[in-house]
């Protein structure tokens, strides 16, 4: 059965869920079988609470009423959630514009450069994302980067009746993975990169590769891709997708290709040539991965057919992302900044950019999130120690692991000499400050915009902003 007829056939439908304890009289419950928790398990809890039609793929027959309550057959719950959800909200996507975001790295600043480009050029925009929801005075607290179908749909119909004209969404590769965007009809998508991430979760970098793949292989011929020509990903990107493509990059032959680049410590210049035509363009952001990120917005904003000279002022007047190379004042000769680099290759990234501008020493303070994927913990202790003067090693998000265990693994990636650990990580920030002199970095990566820190039994509120003032003060 279609979502639309489900809806047609047993309206009035007062909501959707497949949360039984959201469920309320006159709710349709989606018994969706999750990584920690089966939904068929609660289907009765959500019958009495007032659900009038359950949904299941575990169910024998297609349609069946038992007294009041009638069950459904699918075969997939949850796609089925999604399309049921975008159906109840009327399908809010189909008069918003959505550009769907994804990739390893880059997705945050991405959002945020459309949502001043857009604003630069007379549009309204609404942002779904890591740091949060918003849109026009409205912000949401954000749980994942990619909120769940029902919480989706709900949150672009705000947006729908508040008249926003697009929707910049970073889409993770686990939301694509759980159809948490089925049901989403998408003006556009971007394509940042792919490098190790989430292997706790999808295992290999091929289903990690796939789970990325269905947002541009679910594109329709009618809009338009954007993708990274410097990354190999791409190549297999442009077969799976009928959308338009148009490519940009650094190094490779593409549609907008960037050149001419210029590093500084406060900001970066560079040119991009586009149809023949050569531009010079001036960003605060640094370091070679906001090239990439400011020429993904650039490709967009020309595809999308925006006045590039709007454009160009909008991405230069941009000063930063909460939590991405974000400067705290010190007042102490020496530079701090925080970053949300959690990765081999963020991290690799963040250092290379920082070394470009950099006369003097950088000192890093990172540490790995527990209950993720392990087999990156060595390498960012290899790159963190190859790269910068000084490490400084300590907690990131433990969860249920012991920070300690954690720490070895990142040690066990080390050959030289020239870090230390420091589990507690207000102590490891005061450290790496103590350390640092005229003119040195300090990068404390992993946790960027994250006001908090999860350990075994409890959450704590952890800011490494306030952490570098309190030391400070």
Not at 32 to 59: H, L, M, R, T
Request: hydrophobic share 40%; with cysteine; charged share 25%.
């Amino acid at each position: 059965m279609r979502a639309r007829k489900l809806l047609a056939k047993f309206r009035p439908v007062k909501g959707v869920s497949c949360n039984s304890g959201s469920v309320k009289k006159g709710f349709v419950f989606v018994a969706v079988k999750g990584i920690k928790e089966d939904g068929n398990k609660f289907i009765d809890e959500a019958v009495g609470k007032g659900a009038k039609v359950v949904v299941s793929q575990k169910q024998k027959t297609k349609t069946q009423k038992l007294g009041r309550v009638a069950y459904v057959n699918v075969e997939n719950a949850r796609q089925f959630t999604g399309e049921l959800a975008a159906e109840f909200y009327g399908n809010p996507s189909r008069k918003i514009k959505v550009v769907g975001i994804t990739g390893t790295n880059g997705k945050t600043t991405i959002t945020y450069l459309l949502e001043a480009v857009l604003k630069r050029s007379g549009f309204s925009s609404g942002v779904v994302g890591t740091i949060n929801y918003r849109f026009n005075n409205n912000v949401i607290a954000s749980k994942n980067t990619t909120p769940g179908p029902v919480e989706l749909q709900s949150v672009l119909d705000r947006m729908r009746r508040a008249r926003v004209d697009y929707c910049a969404m970073e889409v993770s590769s686990h939301a694509l993975d759980q159809d948490r965007v089925a049901g989403i009809k998408f003006h556009s998508a971007i394509f940042t990169n792919l490098t190790q991430d989430h292997l706790d979760y999808h295992r290999t970098m091929e289903r990690y590769f796939l789970a990325k793949a269905k947002l541009f292989s679910g594109l329709s011929p009618e809009v338009f891709a954007v993708l990274n020509n410097d990354d190999k990903f791409s190549r297999r990107l442009k077969k799976c997708t009928r959308a338009r493509v148009i490519t940009y990059a650094v190094d490779s032959p593409a549609d907008l290709q960037a050149g001419d680049i210029v590093f500084k410590s406060d900001s970066t210049e560079f040119s991009f040539t586009y149809r023949g035509r050569k531009t010079r363009l001036k960003t605060n952001f640094i370091g070679k991965h906001n090239v990439y990120n400011v020429l993904a917005v650039l490709a967009w904003s020309l595809k999308a057919g925006l006045n590039i000279s709007r454009v160009r002022d909008a991405v230069a007047g941009f000063k930063y992302v909460p939590g991405r190379l974000e400067g705290v004042e010190t007042g102490r000769g020496f530079s701090v900044f925080v970053d949300y680099a959690h990765t081999e290759d963020a991290l690799n990234n963040i250092l290379r950019s920082l070394r470009e501008v950099s006369q003097e020493r950088i000192i890093v303070v990172f540490g790995c999130g527990g209950d993720r994927d392990k087999t990156k913990r060595p390498k960012m202790g290899r790159v963190a120690t190859e790269l910068a003067d000084f490490a400084v090693i300590t907690s990131d998000n433990p969860r249920s692991e012991e920070p300690l265990d954690i720490i070895r693994d990142i040690e066990a990636g080390i050959i030289k000499d020239n870090y230390c650990i420091v589990p507690e990580r207000a102590t490891a920030i005061k450290k790496a400050l103590s350390l640092a002199k005229n003119g040195d970095i300090v990068l404390i990566a992993g946790k960027g915009h994250e006001n908090y820190q999860v350990f075994k039994n409890k959450t704590v509120h952890f800011d490494d902003r306030e952490a570098v003032s309190a030391c400070l003060r």
